[in-house]
């Protein structure tokens, strides 16, 4: 089955490009974990707060704050496409290092997606 790819872009023959399913899961767990509360005009709670995270301090309450805001988003926005089976968070430089293993719903096919949330300047 093909999904729209994310970002939006065109293919070679001029037309929406697609993906397959596991990389289109992927891109939705990267526009959850990438897209700040507030962000989007007609869903205003979309999002994980985690790109406010970048900048605090190592730590590990900082890396279980990360965990819990990713674990609670994920759950509220994509339940009905993966189960969230573990995340990792590491600080490396100015980024954040996710890595969200997880089961797709329909097939219960394994799946890791790894994320980098690039520091900006507050």
Do not use: C, K
């Amino acid at each position: 089955m093909s999904q729209i790819d994310y970002p939006f872009h065109f293919d070679g023959r001029g037309r929406t490009a697609q993906t397959d399913t596991s990389s289109y899961i992927r891109d939705l767990i990267e526009q959850v974990l990438l897209t700040a509360p507030g962000e989007r005009v007609m869903r205003p709670s979309f999002g994980s707060g985690v790109m406010q995270l970048v900048f605090a301090a190592a730590s590990p309450e900082v890396a279980a704050t990360t965990q819990f805001l990713i674990q609670g988003a994920l759950q509220q926005w994509l339940s009905d496409v993966i189960t969230v089976d573990a995340i990792d968070v590491q600080a490396q430089d100015s980024a954040l290092l996710i890595t969200v293993q997880y089961i797709e719903n329909r097939t219960q096919t394994r799946g890791v997606a790894r994320i980098s949330a690039p520091g900006v300047a507050p």
